[in-house]
């Protein structure tokens, strides 16, 4: 764990300069990774295209989980929807580019972090949500470090325009987090959680892959 390097809300966001909140990872990207996405985008963005498709499907699955949660069905009904026109998007650049999508592979930081999701209605409830929201955050940080990176232009503005969304999408999950949970336990796991995150975040290899 982490827990006596790294304090929460520590880090800066990448798009601080535009006035986004501050990140609650307690691991910053290492600058090699934006130089290897920066190196082999058109992998970047192949990857990046599976990830805001996979991201649509765990929105869907979760309305499925819960029917019964009503502010959690609407909001995750609105989110697949906005995950998939980012999966658009990106699939658009792909093709303006001259490439194709993909296969999908497994992403072994999202699986890492599912291993830590506990038993039982609630448990279970409380750790997707929380770890749901911490892989938005993640992706916030990355994709804001993509578009400082980038020349002035469509493509930097479209990446700052995901940046936003997804840290919009980690303040989301952290308020259902909060609607069906006591606060003071949705705020003991989430910093367990981020402890977890940043190990597993230290630990991946530097490659043109959001992770």
Same mark, same amino acid.
């Given at each position: 764990?982490?827990?006596?390097?790294? *304090?929460?809300?520590?880090? =800066?966001?990448?798009?601080?300069?535009?006035?986004?909140?501050?990140?609650?990872?307690?691991?910053?990207? =290492?600058?090699?990774?934006?130089?290897?996405?920066? *190196?082999?985008?058109?992998?970047?963005?192949?990857?990046?295209?599976?990830?805001?498709?996979?991201?649509?499907?765990?929105?869907?699955?979760?309305?499925?989980? %819960?029917?019964?949660?009503?502010?959690?069905?609407?909001?995750?009904?609105?989110?697949?929807?906005?995950?998939?026109?980012? %999966?658009?998007?990106?699939?658009?650049?792909?093709?303006?580019?001259?490439?194709?999508?993909?296969?999908?592979?497994?992403?072994? %930081?999202?699986?890492?972090?599912?291993?830590? $999701?506990?038993?039982?209605?609630?448990?279970?409830?409380?750790?997707?949500?929380?770890?749901?929201?911490? $892989?938005?955050?993640?992706?916030?940080?990355?994709?804001?470090?993509?578009?400082? *990176?980038?020349?002035?232009?469509?493509?930097?503005?479209?990446?700052?325009?995901?940046?936003? +969304?997804?840290?919009?999408? %980690?303040?989301?999950?952290?308020?259902?987090?909060?609607?069906? $949970?006591?606060? *003071?336990?949705?705020?003991?796991? +989430?910093?367990?959680?981020?402890? $977890?995150?940043?190990?597993?975040?230290?630990?991946? =290899?530097?490659? =043109?892959?959001?992770?």
């Amino acid at each position: 764990m982490f827990s006596e390097n790294f *304090a929460f809300n520590t880090l =800066p966001s990448p798009l601080s300069a535009l006035s986004m909140p501050v990140s609650p990872l307690r691991f910053a990207t =290492p600058p090699a990774w934006t130089e290897a996405v920066l *190196a082999d985008f058109d992998t970047f963005l192949q990857d990046h295209a599976a990830a805001e498709k996979k991201a649509s499907g765990m929105a869907i699955s979760m309305l499925s989980h %819960y029917p019964d949660r009503t502010e959690l069905v609407a909001a995750m009904a609105d989110l697949a929807v906005e995950e998939l026109t980012h %999966y658009r998007e990106v699939v658009k650049w792909i093709h303006r580019r001259g490439g194709v999508t993909a296969a999908d592979r497994k992403d072994a %930081y999202v699986l890492g972090l599912r291993e830590h $999701i506990r038993r039982g209605r609630e448990l279970y409830l409380l750790d997707r949500l929380l770890t749901a929201g911490i $892989i938005e955050a993640r992706g916030a940080e990355r994709f804001g470090l993509v578009a400082q *990176a980038l020349e002035p232009g469509p493509l930097q503005q479209f990446y700052r325009s995901i940046a936003r +969304s997804e840290e919009r999408h %980690y303040s989301l999950f952290l308020e259902l987090a909060r609607r069906y $949970i006591d606060p *003071a336990t949705v705020a003991a796991r +989430s910093a367990e959680l981020l402890d $977890i995150e940043a190990a597993i975040a230290a630990e991946l =290899p530097i490659r =043109p892959a959001l992770h």
